[in-house]
């Protein structure tokens, strides 16, 4: 026997397959069995390891900043100040358990797939029919498909009898699959290979027979399943950057703590073990170390508010990468589009007659024709006799108990079923009218499936439902709007039927015939007599009308949106052009990917919108290739195909209620009710997080600034230090964090949507923020260096006048914090003294922690502070008065005009 792995089974007769893999027509026996599953595994996808719980715990303390830390613990340590010791290193245990928890789940999306296999499986073995547990299934096997079943391995079909397979999960088309028996090109799609099944697809209606061709990892699934394992995942932009801020940062600090040192040694007259306490607390000083919590603390509020919006964040930082993507490539099945057929047109009398509607939704009516002469309505006595064959040559229910209605049976008969409903018929009454005597069951041979009913008075009909071409040529005479029927025209119908096609519509014709009373059989060889055409109907896939708007506001947000699916390339082109898609002019396939080297993808990736006929490994060379042009690249979709692609992504967007577990592990944000129009909003969080974070650092980082550069001067002018290590933690880690959580509550800016997205590689630190950054440290220096000279000159002790530098400190960032909220506009307004809630509750916090910082015995033992009397104190609001008033002097220099403000 061959090697199976790498064969093209659709191209391949069914007797060859059988001689290749030498299979009786009794089946394989139990010693053949037990030998290839020797040969070729078990029917499972194995599982993956995934990294241990240390390793990961570990890993959150691979930071620079933490090295530096570290470096402090150790300083500190071996001169002794215990204290000093334990809250540093208390400091770096919080940040790593912190960092810990909130890293997400370990992935799961091989788990996910592993589930989708079937757990049992019939078969032929031996002569007899079997059950067995599908990872028992070996290549050669016999199989046997009824409806409901899953599909349990790749299989080759050599019977069917009206089979149809929804293979959504792995081609994204939205309706099931009608299978064949002929073999098919080499270079057929995924979607267009007739003859095989594939494992993890659900059998809709019809039966089957095939050879199991392919099993476990050598599966279609299994394929995708190490296509998905190979995946490497991308750091998110805010990462990247708080990377190289980290690197940057650690140096400053390292070398001023390394010069202050130094020429403390060389010029100065402290003890050896002050000085290096001194740097010690210059190093402690210099690093933000609330800037973790803020970040995780804005990330955090950011994942609730997408909550509330039915969108779940299952990796933090993803929230925050929606601020910079810059393309979305989005599935097109359930995801644009209802992945609901509903009947969108007719073709009644020669005229093409709208259906309006939404999916399922029983709502909506028919329209008029537009002719020459005007709106022309739909002939009553035709759209009832349509609506007659719709419902009763149908196998599909509509149960309509729940709050959402479900299909029981194939989509396009739901469909049609629908458009019975808006033609004014009882769907749970009118069968019970007119019972089935007899049928002919749909056959992919026919392509048609007929009916024949009858009445409780006497009357039977014949009903014929199917492919155009096969039911027109059944029929010699068409229904007409007068009552009557005409001979029947198939080139006149046939331009219906290529215009219809050419908006991407699924057609089906419909045919009657009155039977003789008391006919209690069908016989297909005599079918056609006094059969005549109804009329067609198209069927589509509707999009979304929220998708239609969130697409507009993308656009307008400078975001592109281009489509990739495995549908074929007129209905791609259809839905793109009714969802305003930039470029619906150029569809480009999997096979034109397919021709292209990487180079050349790049170049179409960024000039074609819609892509059809994709397999998985084009949508993930996709997004890799748009990713390689400097894109921050969304991705949605809800199948199993699009799981590499989600996992390659920036942003990976999984559908909640429709979509595979697979697409859903993959992922990085779940929208919990599939609506794309959630995606815009989640943008929209996205960029007010990044904002947030943007004015927390900018909040942060100039306090660090006042209080290294207050002890670089203190240390260089040979004075005390104007605030302990101790204190400068106290600051860093309550205060400063407090204060700064009011930040993360900002809401959105007005003109969020309106601004392109900002670059990739844009760091944290641009001119305006290291200017701010320098002139607020100068203020902070002032203000920490002044109240401390002025309380010590005052004889008030150095513990008191410690104390009050710190509590002027704190002061002065509680009216820094109303002026970082508006960086580039006037702050003294009324909404800007009003503030938010979150702003006011941070600052009566920060209020009463500061009493207990000044007042209590034990935090007076903690932090060696003193009580000061309220004459004293006052000096610290009024340090914070003036850092307000010159930042808001400062902004009306830079913009002297209220115009040029941004808001």
């Not at 458009?419 to 007899?438: F, S, V």
């Not at 002025?790 to 509680?814: F, I, K, S």
């Amino acid at each position: 026997m061959q090697d199976t792995k790498r064969t093209q089974w659709h191209t391949m007769s069914t007797e060859a397959v059988r001689e290749t893999l030498e299979v009786p027509e009794a089946g394989l026996n139990r010693e053949e069995v037990k030998r290839r599953l020797e040969e070729h595994g078990a029917n499972i996808l194995p599982e993956t390891e995934g990294r241990p719980i240390w390793l990961r715990l570990l890993a959150q303390f691979n930071n620079v900043l933490i090295y530096v830390l570290m470096s402090a613990v150790l300083v500190t340590a071996l001169l002794g100040h215990w204290l000093d010791t334990a809250v540093i290193f208390a400091v770096v245990l919080v940040q790593g358990v912190v960092g810990f928890i909130q890293e997400g789940r370990a992935e799961k999306a091989l788990a996910a797939i592993r589930h989708m296999l079937a757990p049992r499986a019939t078969v032929l073995r031996d002569g007899q029919r079997l059950h067995i547990d599908a990872s028992d299934l070996v290549p050669g096997d016999v199989l046997l498909l009824e409806p409901g079943d899953r599909v349990p391995a790749d299989i080759r079909l050599d019977q069917v009898h009206g089979l149809s397979v929804d293979e959504s999960m792995l081609t994204g088309e939205s309706i099931p699959v009608e299978k064949a028996l002929e073999t098919q090109p080499a270079d057929a799609a995924l979607g267009d290979r007739l003859c095989l099944a594939y494992s993890g697809t659900l059998v809709r209606t019809g039966t089957a027979r095939g050879v199991v061709v392919a099993t476990g990892l050598h599966s279609e699934i299994g394929r995708i399943s190490g296509l998905l394992s190979e995946v490497a995942v991308l750091q998110t932009p805010l990462t990247q950057q708080m990377n190289r801020f980290s690197r940057y940062l650690s140096l400053v600090i390292v070398l001023a703590g390394l010069g202050v040192f130094l020429l403390g040694w060389q010029f100065g007259d402290r003890p050896l073990a002050d000085l290096f306490m001194a740097v010690v607390a210059l190093t402690v000083s210099a690093i933000p170390e609330g800037l973790p919590a803020i970040l995780t603390i804005t990330l955090a509020i950011g994942v609730q508010r997408m909550a509330n919006r039915k969108a779940v964040v299952r990796r933090m930082p993803a929230i925050e990468t929606l601020g910079a993507v810059s393309i979305i490539c989005t599935d097109k099945t359930g995801t644009l589009t209802r992945n609901e057929m509903m009947v969108a047109a007719l073709v009644l009398d020669d005229q093409i007659f709208p259906v309006s509607g939404d999916g399922y939704d029983l709502g909506g009516d028919i329209g008029a024709a537009e002719g020459a002469g005007g709106s022309v309505p739909a002939p009553q006595q035709l759209v009832a006799d349509l609506a007659q064959a719709a419902l009763l040559c149908n196998d599909a229910r509509l149960d309509t108990t729940a709050e959402q209605i479900k299909v029981v049976g194939d989509p396009m008969e739901a469909a049609l079923l629908v458009l019975a409903a808006k033609a004014g018929l009882d769907l749970n009454g009118y069968g019970a009218e007119w019972p089935r005597q007899d049928e002919v069951p749909f056959d992919s041979d026919l392509r048609y499936m007929a009916t024949l009913n009858h009445d409780h008075h006497g009357q039977a009909r014949i009903f014929v439902k199917g492919a155009p071409e096969r039911v027109m040529a059944l029929c010699e005479m068409v229904r007409n709007s007068e009552g009557s029927a005409a001979p029947l025209d198939p080139e006149r119908w046939q331009r219906h039927i290529d215009k219809l096609a050419g908006q991407g519509l699924r057609i089906l014709a419909l045919a009657a015939a009155p039977a003789p009373s008391g006919s209690g059989e069908l016989n297909v060889e005599t079918l056609g007599a006094g059969l005549e055409l109804i009329g067609l109907v198209g069927l589509l896939d509707p999009p979304r009308q929220e998708a239609m708007e969130a697409i507009a506001e993308c656009r307008q947000a400078g975001i592109e949106v281009k489509m990739i699916t495995g549908d074929h390339a007129v209905t791609a082109r259809a839905i793109a052009e009714k969802l305003g898609l930039r470029n619906t002019r150029e569809v480009a396939s999997g096979k034109d990917i397919d021709a292209l080297d990487d180079a050349s993808l790049v170049e179409l990736a960024q000039r074609v919108d819609v892509f059809a006929r994709t397999s998985p490994e084009h949508k993930l060379r996709l997004v890799q290739a748009l990713q390689s042009a400097r894109g921050v690249v969304a991705m949605t979709g809800d199948g199993v195909n699009d799981s590499p692609a989600l996992k390659r992504a920036d942003v990976g967007i999984a559908m909640g209620q429709k979509g595979s577990a697979a697409a859903r592990e993959a992922s990085d944000i779940v929208l919990l009710d599939d609506n794309f129009a959630t995606l815009a909003a989640a943008v929209r969080e996205g960029r007010t997080v990044y904002t947030n974070l943007k004015k927390a650092i900018s909040f942060l980082l100039p306090i660090n600034g006042g209080e290294a550069a207050s002890l670089i001067v203190a240390l260089l002018l040979g004075l005390a230090l104007p605030i302990t290590a101790l204190q400068i933690l106290w600051v860093n880690l309550v205060s400063s964090v407090v204060l700064a959580m009011g930040l993360a509550f900002e809401p959105a800016e007005n003109d969020v949507m309106h601004k392109p997205p900002r670059p990739a590689d844009e760091g944290l630190l641009d001119a305006f923020l290291v200017w701010r950054i320098v002139l607020v440290s100068l203020l902070f220096l002032g203000g920490i260096f002044a109240s401390f000279q002025w309380a010590v000159h005052a004889g008030l002790g150095e513990a008191a006048a410690r104390t009050l530098a710190v509590n002027t400190l704190v002061a002065m960032e509680v009216f820094y914090l109303f002026s970082v909220r508006y960086l580039d506009s006037a702050s003294i307004t009324l909404q800007g003294v009003l503030g938010t809630r979150a702003v006011w509750i941070v600052i009566v916090l920060i209020v009463l922690l500061q009493w207990l910082f000044t007042y209590a015995p034990f935090m007076q033992s903690m932090f060696l502070t003193a009580p000061l009397d309220w004459s004293t104190l006052a000096i610290a609001p009024a340090a914070g008065v003036i850092v307000l008033l010159v930042l808001e002097l400062e902004k009306r220099v830079r913009h002297p005009r209220p115009g040029l403000a941004r808001t």
